[in-house]
């Protein structure tokens, strides 16, 4: 008896871990929701069976196993998201707005509910860049005919494949554990034909400020379309958004010799900026027609769009395009940046790799290789670097030189930027007290890594892996915006500068975490667990805090929290958190020592 009874609860453990297994990887794969329902009828039959059907009649429990296991491995092969556009508003049947006449066509897109906004999804801006026409400038937008129907958004440029299990774990990771959520969330479709603009506009209005969004993700990755920077509440703060599509990786930032002979500016490397310097004066030429007020934009970006926004800041070719200009986690304006910038020699050497990689003897060919085939290359292309055109000097000498193009900036990071992106070198090689001093000193020299490490002696004795990723943070992504200040605000600039601190259950303050706040999206996002009614009020607030400064180039007013000007001085800056107010910026220690490692390197 005994033994039936442990028999009974082993069998009843084991079909338990096994059925939670199960639906946890269902739950990874991110498929449609019917799958779970068949899998779990499954799983319910076999325990049936596994009770009813006595023992004496083992082919037929063999058979029931059988079976079992290979409705499991089909529901597997078929638990995935499925590839497909986004549609601009998530209403069954939106309403059409009204004919808008633009300067190359007209356009029709739909309202949003309750018909106060207007969204215009995937308006071509350039050329598509494919054919003779890959890594080449973007060039002019054909007039088209008819009517252009702009519901959906159009695909997302051509980038490595997402996977649905990727995508969950690293929810699982931000999120700190497992909130199981069986709605599948579709990918996004993707091509090399994306150069294409998203508006959001309020309906009815005219003379209105811009914004113009350019997206991050690496310069490799992302999209126009991100409900985090869904334009909608923008809109409806009188504020016209856009939203910028622009080749990435390597469409967008291939460089070779031949490339350079090609061109007619000499160019090569920068494609991926050229095409939003593109959409810029796109917008500029046809603000009139869809009620923007020229004089009156600013341009945006987070991670690698951020480090754009301080390009597009130092290019020529954007120069009296805009006035005012906001970065989030990232920037160039520093003497050596950390990333998304290699210099030309660097750029060259990758196109070449990727030349021999795909058996390649000349420019012709390699644009005949199908961009499927093309995008899985296994050199990264994620650096913007100094062509000549796109980029005569490096952002941090166009500064130096006080020959930036924007009038005012905002900008400002997360306090745990890096987090991120150390979780897999730390898992592999985890950083301890008795190994930090020496990786400091890999990463930074023997000298500087000394004072870093003893600057961070206390923090590395309570826990050094947090200090390694603070130390990172501040490296990476911090201490370049403290640069960008410092640069802007010799050049003439008015500077206000923050620091993100809001924690919450999901990305919190991590790099990206900041943007569902800003752009007044967490009614959007799919994880409101994670977010609280403080929450929702610090959206409110930073909406207000960037809609003021985009509409006069001062964030404060509407009884916010005064932000100071940053003065380089006292280091006094703006910070969203739990607590929204002027605070001292605690790195300035370890920026002195940054600062003086760039100056040797």
Same mark, same amino acid.
């Given at each position: 008896?005994?033994?039936?009874?442990?028999?009974?609860?082993?069998?009843?453990?084991?079909?338990?871990? %096994? /059925?939670? #297994? +199960?639906?946890?990887? $269902?739950? !990874?794969?991110?498929?449609?929701?019917?799958?779970? @329902? &068949?899998?779990?009828?499954?799983?319910?039959?076999?325990?049936? %069976? /596994?009770? #009813? +059907?006595?023992?004496? $009649?083992? !082919?037929?429990?063999?058979?029931?196993?059988?079976? @079992? &296991?290979?409705?499991?491995?089909?529901?597997?092969?078929?638990?995935?998201?499925?590839?497909?556009?986004?549609?601009?508003?998530?209403?069954?049947?939106?309403?059409?707005?009204?004919?808008?006449?633009?300067?190359?066509?007209?356009?029709?897109?739909?309202?949003?509910?309750?018909?106060?906004?207007?969204?215009?999804?995937?308006?071509?801006?350039?050329?598509?860049?494919?054919?003779?026409?890959?890594?080449?400038?973007?060039?002019?937008?054909?007039?088209?005919?008819?009517?252009?129907?702009?519901?959906?958004?159009?695909?997302?440029?051509?980038?490595?494949?997402?996977?649905?299990?990727?995508?969950?774990?690293?929810?699982?990771?931000?999120?700190?554990?497992?909130?199981?959520?069986?709605?599948?969330?579709?990918?996004?479709?993707?091509?090399?034909?994306?150069?294409?603009?998203?508006?959001?506009?309020?309906?009815?209005?005219?003379?209105?400020?811009?914004?113009?969004?350019?997206?991050?993700?690496?310069?490799?990755?992302?999209?126009?379309?991100?409900?985090?920077?869904?334009?909608?509440?923008?809109?409806?703060?009188?504020?016209?958004?856009?939203?910028?599509?622009?080749?990435?990786?390597?469409?967008?930032?291939?460089?070779?010799?031949?490339?350079?002979?090609?061109?007619?500016?000499?160019?090569?490397?920068?494609?991926?900026?050229?095409?939003?310097?593109?959409?810029?004066?796109?917008?500029?030429?046809?603000?009139?027609?869809?009620?923007?007020?020229?004089?009156?934009?600013?341009?945006?970006?987070?991670?690698?769009?951020?480090?754009?926004?301080?390009?597009?800041?130092?290019?020529?070719?954007?120069?009296?395009?805009?006035?005012?200009?906001?970065?989030?986690?990232?920037?160039?304006?520093?003497?050596?940046?950390?990333?998304?910038?290699?210099?030309?020699?660097?750029?060259?050497?990758?196109?070449?790799?990727?030349?021999?990689?795909?058996?390649?003897?000349?420019?012709?060919?390699?644009?005949?290789?199908?961009?499927?085939?093309?995008?899985?290359?296994?050199?990264?292309?994620?650096?913007?670097?100094?062509?000549?055109?796109?980029?005569?000097?490096?952002?941090?000498?166009?500064?130096?030189?006080?020959?930036?193009?924007?009038?005012?900036?905002?900008?400002?990071?997360?306090?745990?930027?890096?987090?991120?992106?150390?979780?897999?070198?730390?898992?592999?090689?985890?950083?301890?007290?008795?190994?930090?001093?020496?990786?400091?000193?890999?990463?930074?020299?023997?000298?500087?890594?000394?004072?870093?490490?003893?600057?961070?002696?206390?923090?590395?004795?309570?826990?050094?892996?947090?200090?390694?990723?603070?130390?990172?943070?501040?490296?990476?992504?911090?201490?370049?915006?403290?640069?960008?200040?410092?640069?802007?605000?010799?050049?003439?600039?008015?500077?206000?500068?923050?620091?993100?601190?809001?924690?919450?259950?999901?990305?919190?303050?991590?790099?990206?975490?900041?943007?569902?706040?800003?752009?007044?999206?967490?009614?959007?996002?799919?994880?409101?667990?994670?977010?609280?009614?403080?929450?929702?009020?610090?959206?409110?607030?930073?909406?207000?805090?960037?809609?003021?400064?985009?509409?006069?180039?001062?964030?404060?007013?509407?009884?916010?929290?005064?932000?100071?000007?940053?003065?380089?001085?006292?280091?006094?800056?703006?910070?969203?958190?739990?607590?929204?107010?002027?605070?001292?910026?605690?790195?300035?220690?370890?920026?002195?020592?940054?600062?003086?490692?760039?100056?040797?390197?």
């Amino acid at each position: 008896m005994v033994k039936k009874i442990v028999k009974w609860i082993l069998f009843a453990v084991l079909f338990s871990l %096994l /059925s939670l #297994l +199960i639906i946890f990887y $269902l739950d !990874l794969a991110n498929g449609p929701m019917w799958i779970l @329902f &068949i899998e779990l009828a499954a799983i319910v039959t076999l325990l049936v %069976l /596994s009770i #009813l +059907i006595p023992k004496k $009649l083992k !082919l037929v429990r063999f058979a029931s196993v059988l079976g @079992f &296991i290979a409705v499991t491995a089909v529901m597997f092969i078929l638990a995935k998201p499925t590839v497909e556009r986004t549609k601009a508003v998530n209403d069954k049947n939106p309403e059409k707005t009204e004919v808008l006449t633009l300067a190359n066509g007209k356009v029709q897109g739909v309202y949003n509910s309750n018909k106060t906004v207007e969204v215009y999804a995937g308006i071509p801006y350039a050329k598509a860049p494919v054919g003779e026409l890959r890594w080449k400038e973007p060039q002019d937008v054909e007039n088209w005919e008819g009517v252009r129907d702009c519901s959906t958004f159009a695909p997302k440029s051509m980038q490595a494949k997402e996977s649905g299990v990727f995508n969950t774990i690293k929810d699982i990771y931000a999120e700190g554990g497992w909130h199981p959520d069986f709605n599948m969330y579709p990918l996004e479709e993707a091509s090399e034909d994306s150069l294409y603009l998203n508006i959001w506009r309020p309906a009815g209005k005219t003379n209105l400020p811009i914004l113009v969004y350019i997206h991050g993700g690496s310069l490799t990755s992302g999209s126009a379309s991100d409900f985090n920077i869904n334009g909608e509440t923008f809109a409806l703060n009188d504020v016209i958004m856009i939203t910028v599509a622009y080749r990435l990786g390597v469409f967008g930032y291939f460089a070779h010799e031949d490339l350079i002979s090609e061109s007619p500016n000499n160019t090569t490397g920068n494609y991926g900026l050229l095409d939003q310097i593109k959409a810029l004066k796109w917008v500029n030429d046809n603000a009139a027609y869809f009620g923007g007020d020229k004089n009156n934009i600013t341009i945006a970006g987070e991670s690698a769009g951020s480090s754009s926004i301080s390009a597009i800041c130092s290019s020529p070719l954007a120069s009296g395009l805009f006035k005012r200009a906001i970065g989030e986690s990232s920037s160039l304006v520093v003497k050596t940046p950390p990333h998304t910038y290699r210099s030309l020699n660097n750029a060259l050497k990758t196109g070449k790799s990727i030349m021999e990689e795909f058996g390649c003897s000349s420019i012709e060919e390699l644009r005949n290789i199908p961009a499927e085939k093309l995008v899985q290359t296994k050199f990264e292309n994620s650096g913007m670097t100094l062509d000549g055109y796109a980029l005569t000097k490096n952002p941090y000498e166009v500064y130096e030189a006080h020959e930036n193009n924007e009038e005012a900036l905002l900008n400002g990071y997360n306090v745990k930027e890096a987090d991120p992106f150390v979780i897999l070198t730390t898992l592999t090689s985890p950083v301890t007290k008795k190994n930090i001093e020496q990786r400091l000193k890999d990463a930074f020299g023997s000298v500087y890594g000394k004072q870093v490490y003893d600057l961070y002696k206390d923090a590395i004795n309570k826990n050094a892996a947090k200090a390694f990723n603070e130390i990172y943070s501040v490296y990476w992504f911090i201490f370049p915006h403290e640069s960008w200040s410092n640069m802007a605000l010799a050049a003439g600039d008015t500077v206000y500068r923050y620091q993100f601190t809001k924690e919450n259950g999901f990305y919190g303050t991590y790099h990206f975490g900041e943007v569902v706040y800003a752009y007044g999206n967490i009614s959007k996002s799919n994880k409101q667990f994670a977010y609280k009614d403080e929450d929702r009020l610090l959206s409110q607030m930073m909406v207000k805090y960037w809609t003021n400064f985009i509409k006069t180039g001062n964030p404060n007013g509407g009884g916010l929290p005064t932000w100071s000007t940053y003065n380089g001085v006292d280091k006094k800056v703006m910070e969203l958190g739990s607590n929204v107010g002027m605070f001292t910026d605690k790195y300035t220690e370890l920026y002195k020592i940054l600062n003086d490692f760039m100056d040797k390197k």
